[in-house]
């Protein structure tokens, strides 16, 4: 089990020379608002201070982890990124280096994840890390599951653990899963960084210091399990409705394997309803759509492991709107980011499915009490 070393613990850079000052950063929205006086305890100061302080420490933190696993005799590989290593374009398929220099999983057109830094024991353990400056890491948490599924499916030698990374105070960290190791280290300040960056003539930088070493392995050399993001949701859209007696083969769907790719996409699409089917359950004007409208319906696996059903309406390539329910039964209809990965899943299951794929609200019903019976 990997632990803290003081150096990371106390946030000592004194072996990182002047590397920190070296990144790029984006910093083009808090210079602007020094530029205006806006005062250090207004909110948009003090939000766009926060941005930037994530990502000094994300580097910080990063430098650090170059030295401890150069150091460290149970660690056998750690991932290179940013200017440590020399290719900087993402490839699909397979992990690689994005344009911002960060460690990606990418389908042909998608980002699928980011990790911030990765390494092997020769345990054959592969950690994947997360360092934030949040106090609340609830959203963090919910990230952790869709990383460590893609990572087991493209890396099944590997046993998949979390390193995460915070400063003392933060909360909720009992509630992360046990494969994660949590470290704490004292209380991080970027505002040094933020001097020079004011007054990059105020310090002669050194040179770069890169470490040199057998361990250090650039992302695109890692030998992972082939795995096609979109071959792959057809064949499960597919086999959960091709069962002969079920409107769905709940055998197949909890299945671990299938719930290890549940985990990773979140949802599965299971067919398709018509607008005048669907009109009256989510609240639709008809006349506001075309005839041949498709309603996408979809299965989600929620943090809590419940499955619920979910609702896609894609009135133009890019104009994608969700519809779901709450606990409490209420109708929410939330825009999708035209530039998201669900937008293209949605679009490319829409040509899979033909009309042996149609749903009525009587298949609705009885896919509601499939999934209650099963998860509950």
Not at 60 to 86: C, T
Not at 193 to 210: F, G, R, S, T, W
Not at 247 to 274: A, E, P, T, V
Not at 315 to 344: A, C, H, M, Q, W
Request: with cysteine; aromatic share 12%.
């Amino acid at each position: 089990m990997l632990e803290i070393s003081k150096s990371i613990k106390t946030l000592d850079d004194s072996d990182i020379s002047d590397n920190l000052f070296h990144y790029d950063y984006n910093t083009k929205h808090l210079l602007s608002l020094i530029k205006k006086g806006v005062d250090e305890e207004d909110p948009s100061y003090m939000s766009s201070f926060r941005s930037f302080e994530g990502e000094v420490f994300e580097n910080f933190i990063y430098e650090k982890l170059l030295r401890y696993a150069e150091q460290n005799d149970d660690i056998e590989n750690f991932i290179l990124k940013g200017y440590h290593q020399k290719r900087f374009k993402s490839h699909p398929n397979t992990l690689s280096i994005s344009e911002k220099q960060q460690i990606v999983y990418r389908t042909k057109s998608r980002e699928i994840s980011e990790f911030d830094a990765m390494m092997i024991t020769k345990d054959k353990e592969l950690y994947f890390v997360e360092m934030t400056l949040v106090k609340s890491v609830m959203k963090l948490r919910k990230r952790l599951r869709k990383k460590k599924a893609l990572l087991e499916i493209i890396f099944p030698d590997y046993e998949v653990k979390a390193l995460i990374i915070l400063n003392n105070g933060a909360t909720g960290t009992k509630q992360f899963p046990s494969y994660c190791k949590v470290w704490f280290t004292e209380e991080f300040s970027a505002q040094n960084v933020l001097d020079y960056i004011q007054n990059p003539h105020a310090k002669k930088l050194k040179p770069m210091d890169i470490i040199k070493s057998e361990k250090m392995l650039e992302a695109h050399k890692l030998k992972l399990h082939p795995f096609r993001y979109y071959n792959t949701m057809t064949w499960i859209t597919k086999t959960l409705r091709s069962h002969k007696k079920h409107i769905l083969d709940m055998h197949f769907l909890m299945n671990y394997k299938i719930q290890r790719y549940h985990n990773l996409y979140n949802k599965f699409y299971i067919g398709y309803m018509s607008i005048e089917e669907s009109a009256e359950l989510l609240n639709l004007n008809i006349d506001d759509y075309q005839p041949q409208q498709r309603v996408v319906v979809a299965i989600e696996k929620k943090h809590s492991d419940e499955i619920v059903l979910t609702y896609y309406i894609q009135k133009t390539r890019k104009n994608l709107f969700l519809y779901s329910f709450d606990d409490d039964g209420v109708l929410s209809k939330e825009k999708k980011d035209p530039y998201g990965i669900t937008v293209t899943e949605v679009y490319h299951i829409n040509k899979v499915m033909n009309d042996s794929y149609v749903l009525n609200m009587y298949d609705i019903k009885k896919i509601k009490k499939l999934l209650k019976d099963k998860t509950t």
